[in-house]
């Protein structure tokens, strides 16, 4: 997958990340992220005339049912041209609803920008209180996402991704609670303050994940335990224990002893091993960015976030079937 940032895109970041391409602020301003505003121009094509002398000529006649938006900083197009049901929204809209919607609550843009030319924008927020479970620090971020190109609504998620490209944008979109989101409908401008309203309503905490870490810190597990459950999500759609599942688990035993953070004594040390492992070490391949593709949006993504879902109702049905197949695997 691409970062899709393109030559009059910029993403500016308080670090760089991964595609190398962030412009690293200590502040990120929204002149510096979107250094330009989108405005509505007519569309022309060519059409053949008969003029008064009765010659055929060619001639330039403005379209009745299309226009395109243009960016004013080098009057190049910005999306494709669209029918009269889009109503797109502007760079000042976007900035509108960050600030209004955000209200008093306090927050510290960490990356915004746009990519795929212009099309998308975004801008993510980082809660300044977070949270802490144990010694853990977990971050969370409010992510206003819109679009010039009709691939998305004026969106407003609230998750653990922070946006720096199209593939972080793509998997804010699928990732997290919506908070709000206003359609680029004709009444562009009441949904819009129908947004803003959701994010004012909007509790900034992600109390439901806060909830899940806080009871797996507090609930203990036993190394033979961890092992098993390790097991039996590693190797959930196994029937044996190949040599390769038995040294991915082995390894994420590991983390959940010494990795990060971690004491070998609770589930959250448990479930921890198991991001930490897919987040930093699932791959082999040596491409410079395929820890990070799998990480984030591929099949480590997919069970990371299949884990979390289903963390409480699933442990004992990952812990039996890890049992079986680590007995099997000593039969064998």
């Known amino acids: 997958m691409s970062h899709e940032i393109k030559e009059r895109d910029i993403q500016l970041g308080k670090e760089d990340a991964w595609h190398r391409k962030t412009t690293i602020r200590e502040v990120i301003t929204a002149e510096e992220a979107h250094p330009y505003e989108v405005v ?36 190049q197009p910005v999306g494709d041209p669209y029918g009269k049901s889009y109503h797109p929204s502007s760079i000042k809209a976007f900035w509108n609803v960050v600030k209004k919607g955000m209200g008093d609550t ?4 960490i990356s915004a920008g746009s990519v795929d030319d212009r099309r998308k924008i975004f801008a993510s927020l980082k809660i300044s209180e977070g949270f802490r479970v144990g ?15 009709k ?31 206003a359609k680029h409908t004709l009444n562009l401008d009441v949904n819009i303050e129908r947004l803003i309203k959701a994010m004012n309503a909007f509790t900034s905490t992600s109390s439901d994940y806060k909830t899940l870490l806080t009871e797996a810190d507090a609930t203990p597990c036993s190394r033979d335990e961890a092992r098993s459950w390790l097991m039996g999500v590693e190797g959930r759609n196994a029937k044996i224990a190949t040599n390769g599942l038995r040294q991915k688990s082995a390894r994420m035993v590991e983390l959940f002893d010494q990795g990060k953070g971690n004491q070998g004594r609770t589930r959250l040390d448990a479930l921890s091993a198991v991001t930490d492992f897919h987040s930093n070490e699932s791959t082999n391949r040596k491409e410079g960015n395929a820890q990070f593709m799998t990480s984030e949006f591929g099949s480590s993504a997919s069970l990371k976030q299949l884990v979390v879902s289903n963390f409480r109702q699933d442990w004992g049905k990952y812990v039996s079937h890890g049992e079986s197949l680590l007995n099997e695997a000593l039969v064998s």
């Open 106 to 109: 306090p927050y510290e843009i």
């Open 151 to 181: 691939s998305t609504s004026f969106t407003t998620r609230y998750n653990n991704v922070c946006i720096v490209c199209a593939n972080t944008f793509n998997a804010s979109m699928n990732a997290g609670q919506e908070v709000g989101k």
């Open 40 to 75: 509505e121009s007519p569309i022309y094509y060519k059409t053949l005339q008969t003029n008064e002398a009765g010659a055929t000529e060619e001639v330039m006649i403005e379209s009745p049912s299309f226009k395109q938006l243009l960016a004013t900083d080098d009057w």
């Open 135 to 149: 010694d853990r620090e977990f971050k969370d971020y409010i992510n206003i996402i819109d679009s010039f190109d």
